[in-house]
């Protein structure tokens, strides 16, 4: 196992060996897993996010700027319908118990699209540090990232500084956004990622990182699965909820790690987690 596994979990714990990975998460930030899916699961991801963009755009708060040209929108399980195998899947159940512990919550279902003309977000993290992370050097949440595309160089690609989860200074803004005095360090450390439809990575989103200009015409939409573990609250600024009926046919393994409401009828999702600051870009 990690030196760095959640305490009380042993090997015997997990479906697949994910010691690697969590070591990765704790000197990277991020790790992967190639080909977890079929292309054909990922086309039918980026048709359901196709149709959850189109309805989120019409209405007030259904849609979020993270940027010019930048949106992230929040949407329920129901509306994806692979949803059952990305949450039941070995690879992910592991990596969440081995990293969070066996009581991790799924409290998050979104997705990020930088269209044509998004610019280079600004270096940031998605939440200020907690606690746990700072005294104890220990990770509560993580966030998994699934393409909808095959990325390419002039999409606008993902960008990570390996090993920032760590950093921290009061100089940063809001917790989240270091100065750009800092910004050499993640310059000389950013690494590029262009994952395949298929791929599944897994972050913490403390790794400072950041959306690149996105110098072609298409989009690059990615789906966002946000976990915690016990400590963490990153749940409260989230409404994903299902109905009774596809509540009751979940498989037991992931209701157990659902944390959402059931409700009678859905309504759709009104966003409450902005990211101040990346609305501004690179201006």
């Known amino acids: 196992m990690s030196p760095h596994?959640?305490?009380g979990v042993t090997?015997?714990?997990l479906d697949v060996d994910v010691s690697s990975d969590v070591d990765a998460?704790?000197?990277?930030?991020?790790?992967?897993?190639?080909?977890?899916?079929?292309?054909?699961w990922a086309d039918r991801l980026r048709e359901d996010i196709k149709v959850a963009f189109r309805e989120a755009s019409a209405r007030p708060g259904g849609a979020v700027g993270r940027g010019p040209h930048r949106y992230?929108?929040?949407?329920?399980?129901?509306?994806?319908?692979g949803f059952v195998d990305l949450a039941d899947d070995p690879w992910v159940r592991s990596v969440c118990t081995a990293a969070l512990g066996p009581d991790y919550r799924i409290v998050e279902l979104g997705f990020d699209v930088p269209l044509e003309g998004a610019v280079n977000q600004p270096w940031h993290r998605d939440f200020p540090m907690p606690e746990e992370t700072r005294t104890e050097r220990r990770l509560t949440s993580l966030a998994f990232n699934v393409t909808a595309v095959d990325t390419e160089s002039d999409m606008g690609p993902f960008e990570i500084a390996p090993g920032t989860q760590w950093d921290e200074s009061p100089e940063f803004g809001h917790g989240m956004f270091p100065p750009r005095s800092h910004y050499s360090r993640y310059e000389e450390r950013a690494v590029r990622k262009f994952p395949r439809r298929g791929d599944i990575s897994a972050r913490t989103a403390l790794t400072i990182h950041r959306g690149t200009k996105n110098m072609s015409s298409k989009s690059r939409p990615v789906l966002v699965l946000g976990v915690d573990g016990p400590e963490a609250a990153n749940g409260?600024?989230?409404?994903?909820?299902?109905?009774?009926?596809?509540?009751?046919?979940?498989?037991?393994?992931?209701?157990?790690?659902?944390?959402?409401?059931?409700?009678?009828v859905l309504e759709p999702v009104t966003q409450?987690?902005?990211i101040e600051g990346l609305v501004m870009g690179d201006a």
């Not at 992230?72 to 319908?81: A, C, D, G, S, T």
């Not at 979940?250 to 959402?260: A, T």
Request: some cysteine; glycine content about 4%; charged content about 30%.
């Open 5 to 7: 596994p959640y305490p």
């Open 11 to 13: 090997p015997a714990d």
């Open 25 to 40: 998460l704790y000197s990277d930030g991020i790790t992967a897993r190639k080909g977890a899916f079929s292309t054909e």
């Open 72 to 81: 992230y929108v929040e949407i329920h399980p129901e509306q994806l319908r």
């Open 236 to 264: 409260d600024r989230h409404d994903t909820a299902v109905t009774r009926a596809y509540w009751e046919a979940l498989p037991e393994r992931v209701r157990l790690h659902l944390d959402c409401a059931v409700v009678d």
């Open 272 to 274: 409450k987690h902005t």
